[in-house]
């Protein structure tokens, strides 16, 4: 019903850029998100997006990531500029149920379809 396929990792400078794609279907009238989990740390929300635009964004990432998507496409995107070796991670794509309502958190039991992620590694 739902796949998605995460594009776009790699290795960046600290400072650098990196922007992910995230690629498949099923995503009309859904909110979609974007997660990361570090070596030994547990998943955390990045951003979320609903279908109309409002977006969500964990604090450390705030000024620094853009969350976006194509309908058209059926692609999420996350825009990742000023990277630091935190956000080191495995960032996975995901998206909530239908008819889910709207929420500033960005819980990961909220969301029933993932990824298989990509690996985004900054160094110093």
């Known amino acids: 019903q739902v796949q998605l396929l995460e594009s776009g990792g790699g290795s960046a400078q600290a400072g650098g850029s990196l922007r992910l794609s995230c690629a498949g279907s099923?995503?009309?009238?859904?909110?979609l998100g974007w997660f990361r989990q570090g070596l030994g740390k547990e998943r955390e929300g990045v951003a979320a997006?609903?279908?109309?635009?409002?977006?969500t964004y964990a604090d450390s990432v705030k000024g620094r990531f853009t969350i976006s998507r194509d309908n058209a496409e059926s692609t999420l995107y996350l825009q990742m500029n000023t990277l630091k070796p935190e956000d080191t991670a495995v960032y996975y794509c995901?998206?909530?149920?239908?008819?889910?309502?709207?929420?500033?958190?960005?819980?990961?039991?909220?969301?029933?379809?993932w990824g298989q992620g990509t690996q985004v590694t900054v160094s110093s």
């Open positions: 995901a998206a909530r149920a239908r008819g889910s309502q709207w929420s500033f958190y960005i819980r990961a039991t909220e969301y029933a379809y």
């Open positions: 997006i609903s279908n109309y635009g409002s977006t």
């Open positions: 099923g995503f009309t009238d859904r909110t």
